[in-house]
């Protein structure tokens, strides 16, 4: 039942928000209504990343034993890094940037691939020494 109370709030909360940047945005002609946007974006935000660490953390626990730990750390690190940067071009593009958050995305992508090269080279060792190469 908490879960459901925890979703009631954050819905609340949204709406209480969205009522309250329609209202900045017809009034105020200085850009208050984005950054109040963008502000109840990123607590939003926070709060699901502090609703799912119980299920990343006992998805961690679950993988554990299977994985090695270099290659459960890699994918720890790419879950991190995709969830941040998905976070930070959606409240990039709450706030009217859509250009600077497809740029985030694409230095995201980037960062990414960098991050799975450990995982590339074991993948093509193994496919060389299946081979025979």
Request: with cysteine; proline share 2%; net charge negative.
């Amino acid at each position: 039942m908490t879960e459901y109370a925890d979703i009631l709030r954050l819905c609340g909360g949204a709406l209480l928000a969205s009522v309250c940047i329609v209202v900045l945005r017809g009034c105020d002609r200085a850009g208050m209504g984005g950054v109040v946007s963008a502000c109840f974006s990123v607590i939003l935000a926070a709060a699901a990343v502090g609703a799912a660490v119980p299920f990343l953390v006992k998805l961690r626990d679950l993988t554990e034993p299977y994985l090695q730990s270099e290659y459960a750390d890699i994918l720890w690190r790419a879950l991190a890094c995709g969830m941040t940067v998905e976070l930070t071009s959606d409240v990039i593009r709450d706030a009217g940037e859509s250009s600077l958050a497809d740029k985030v995305e694409f230095a995201g992508r980037a960062v990414l691939l960098s991050i799975g090269f450990p995982l590339y080279e074991a993948v093509f060792s193994l496919a060389g020494r299946l081979l025979g190469l």
